[in-house]
């Protein structure tokens, strides 16, 4: 079985080298923004400054094959899935951050881990029952 995934958009932040991410989400860290595709702007509406939302989104150009490898904050050798690395089957990153603000359709969140351009693949409450 396969999936279709369809981006919604992408990330913006200030990291263009995978060594210059953080290893993490920092919730102090810089302001990176969420850029929806213009088309799928409707489906904003709801979403407030303050609120917490998670975030998906896809690590691109990563050994999809690797299963282990070397911490880059312990340096101890872990399985993938113990492990924020982007490398892995299924190169999924995931965030729950706050909404900073949201400006000209541009949601503003602070701190993520991915390099700039990233696709994102979906937005949604960080709270069950919103």
Avoid at 28 to 55: F, H, R, T, Y
Wanted: hydrophobic fraction near 40%; glycine fraction near 8%; charged fraction near 25%.
């Amino acid at each position: 079985m396969e999936a279709v995934v369809k981006f919604i958009g992408h990330i913006e932040t200030p990291y263009k080298y995978i060594d210059e991410c953080p290893r993490n989400i920092e919730s102090n860290g810089p302001l990176c923004s969420l850029v929806v595709k213009e088309e799928l702007l409707d489906g904003l509406l709801g979403l407030s400054a303050g609120q917490e939302i998670l975030i998906l989104y896809w690590f691109e150009n990563v050994d999809r094959k690797r299963l282990q490898q070397n911490s880059r904050k312990t340096a101890e050798f872990s399985g993938v899935f113990a492990l924020r690395t982007p490398n892995r089957p299924n190169p999924i990153g995931a965030a729950v951050v706050k909404i900073e603000k949201i400006e000209n359709k541009i949601i503003y969140v602070k701190g993520l881990d991915c390099l700039n351009g990233t696709p994102l693949l979906d937005i949604k409450p960080a709270k069950t029952g919103e």
